[in-house]
């Protein structure tokens, strides 16, 4: 029943899609709305809405959908079967494209400095500076979704409290402030994850914020491509980028 949006693996909503699909076909009544009240006219109260739910939530998806029947013509399904594949072949070929897309410094970084610029625009609006910038716009919205969870509070996450304090300067003052911020977050008492703090200390101190995108980016393509020393700060780093809000987390055949 479930044959469009599967919602992201939300099996509450798919449920509520397939009551509806089923109700609306069979009874030609909307019956999702008693999902949270009893219909004002029609005779369908919210029991009757949760014993459909029970229902469908109990039910799987077969990974082998059965076989109702063949089909007559032999040389169609060639046809179709090899447009599937080729299909299927362009949709791998997609996914690893964006995979290592995360994991090449470059377009990381083109990413990471898109999100400081543009993180706080309207969804139309961020969509098509996405585009303009040839960036897809739901991985971007992850990355913008995963650094907001983790700098909007008062203590923010150790790996990204440099990138907070420099989002923080303004732009026609980067120049001129960052030398003295990096000299504070560089410290060894500083409490920035020593990952980011070591790399400031190496690096010349950032003319803009590109540059601070780019030594992010820098340290999670190492961390996500196994070249990272196995310690406790670097597993930070790890622990942070498999978040789930994390594009980086996400499998190359679930993109």
């Not at 369908?44 to 109702?68: C, G, H, M, R, W």
Request: net charge negative.
């Amino acid at each position: 029943l479930t044959v469009n949006d599967s919602f992201q693996g939300d099996t509450t909503l798919q449920t509520d899609d397939r009551i509806d699909v089923v109700t609306r076909g069979v009874l030609g009544l909307t019956v999702s709305c008693a999902r949270c009240h009893d219909h004002k006219y029609d005779p369908i109260p919210t029991k009757d809405y949760y014993a459909l739910f029970s229902v469908f939530n109990s039910s799987e998806i077969p990974a082998q959908l059965p076989i109702i029947g063949y089909p007559g013509d032999k040389a169609a399904v060639e046809a179709y079967n090899a447009g599937v594949a080729a299909v299927e072949k362009e949709k791998q070929q997609m996914h690893e494209q964006v995979y290592g897309e995360l994991r090449n410094t470059e377009r990381l970084s083109d990413y990471l400095a898109f999100v400081r610029e543009a993180g706080d625009m309207p969804d139309e609006q961020f969509r098509g500076a996405a585009g303009k910038a040839e960036l897809r716009d739901r991985i971007a919205k992850s990355f913008v979704d995963l650094i907001k969870a983790n700098t909007t509070d008062e203590k923010p996450h150790p790996v990204l409290l440099a990138w907070k304090k420099f989002a923080a300067l303004p732009e026609d003052q980067f120049a001129t402030q960052a030398a003295a911020l990096t000299a504070e977050l560089a410290k060894p008492d500083s409490p920035v994850n020593p990952v980011v703090r070591n790399e400031l200390a190496k690096r010349p101190s950032p003319k803009s914020f590109d540059d601070v995108a780019r030594l992010y980016s820098d340290i999670f393509v190492t961390c996500m491509t196994g070249n990272e020393p196995d310690n406790a700060d670097w597993q930070a780093v790890r622990a942070l980028l498999m978040d789930n809000k994390s594009p980086m987390s996400v499998n190359v055949g679930d993109i």
